[in-house]
């Protein structure tokens, strides 16, 4: 873990940060046109300061063509996401999940993080709608730094 | 007024049935309980929803779009200018080189024209995403 100063009206503070990534999977080779709900539990031990959002969509559970880059897959698929404590929904309508989500080489880059109190609950509704479309594998990850205060370890 | 809390937030607009030859238009309410900052551009277009398409083959519109602060009554643009050059994807963003803040209870409109004179180039749907933060002052 990187320790960091933290200004706060007492004084400096000492914290410990630590790159942590949340992850979101959903159900393998999951319907068109029927509404997926998942939950994003994050962890009680620290708050969570989000960063970058990327995803990755398998087109099929095996063989080489998965792998490959010319079949790197831009999901069919929208996201609506919602802060269940607070009951705030961060979108007016469901988004395509390719205009907020990059990838490892070029993840979307929140340019103010958003920091997420520990314990938070997230709800994620998710419909695919194309016909014929329907991926092996859709993963949602959410990468940033837990926060450390003293006397946490 | 000063701000008192910055949350991330997405508003979206979205078109169907973009043929070629045809215009459409569409608004954005930006909601009563905060201004807007807007940072961000992506644009996300399927010719075929139920196809299915890669990162390799992504399709670039060719559309047209111009964009009008209701609250100012401004076009954010001379002319409609190509939905390529001013919409990234999640991958690589538009980033605006200066945040633009609608207020809240403004509109946001965005009027698109499908230039092309082929069917080959019809869109069954094309997303607008406009990525920023709400930005809550006091009082809001």
């Known amino acids: 873990m990187e320790p960091l100063i933290v200004p706060t009206p007492t004084g400096d503070q000492i914290v410990q940060t630590q790159t942590y990534s949340y992850e979101v999977d959903l159900p393998l080779n999951f319907p068109t046109n029927q509404e997926i709900t998942e939950f994003l539990q994050f962890e009680a031990d620290t708050d969570f300061v989000l960063q970058k959002l990327t995803y990755k969509q398998y087109p099929e559970p095996e063989g080489s063509e998965s792998l490959a880059r010319e079949l790197d897959q831009i999901p069919n698929t929208t996201v609506m996401i919602e802060d269940t404590s607070s009951g705030r929904r961060y979108m007016n309508q469901p988004v395509f999940i390719s205009a907020i989500f990059g990838s490892g080489e070029l993840p979307f880059i929140l340019r103010e993080p958003i920091t997420i109190a520990a314990r938070s609950r997230w709800l994620l509704t998710f419909l695919n709608l194309g016909e014929f479309t329907e991926p092996y594998k859709l993963t949602l990850v959410f990468t940033g730094t837990k926060i450390y205060l003293e006397g946490f370890s | ?140």
């Not at chain 2, 997405?10 to 807007?36: C, H, L, P, R």
């Open chain 2, 1 to 140: 007024m000063a701000i008192v809390a910055k949350d991330f937030y997405v508003y979206t607009e979205t078109f169907t049935s973009v043929i070629n030859g045809t215009s459409q238009s569409g608004n954005i309410d930006i909601q009563a309980d905060s201004d807007f900052q807007l940072q961000k551009l992506t644009v996300t277009t399927y010719p075929d929803l139920n196809s299915q398409y890669d990162v390799s083959d992504e399709v670039l519109p060719s559309v047209t779009i111009q964009i009008t602060d209701s609250g100012s009554g401004r076009n954010l643009f001379e002319n409609p200018i190509p939905v390529p050059s001013v919409f990234g994807n999640g991958r690589l963003p538009f980033i605006l080189p200066t945040a633009k803040i609608f207020p809240a209870r403004s509109t946001i409109t965005l009027n698109i024209s499908n230039f092309a004179t082929d069917s080959e180039a019809d869109i069954d749907r094309i997303d607008f995403s406009f990525v920023g933060y709400k930005i809550f002052r006091s009082g809001q």
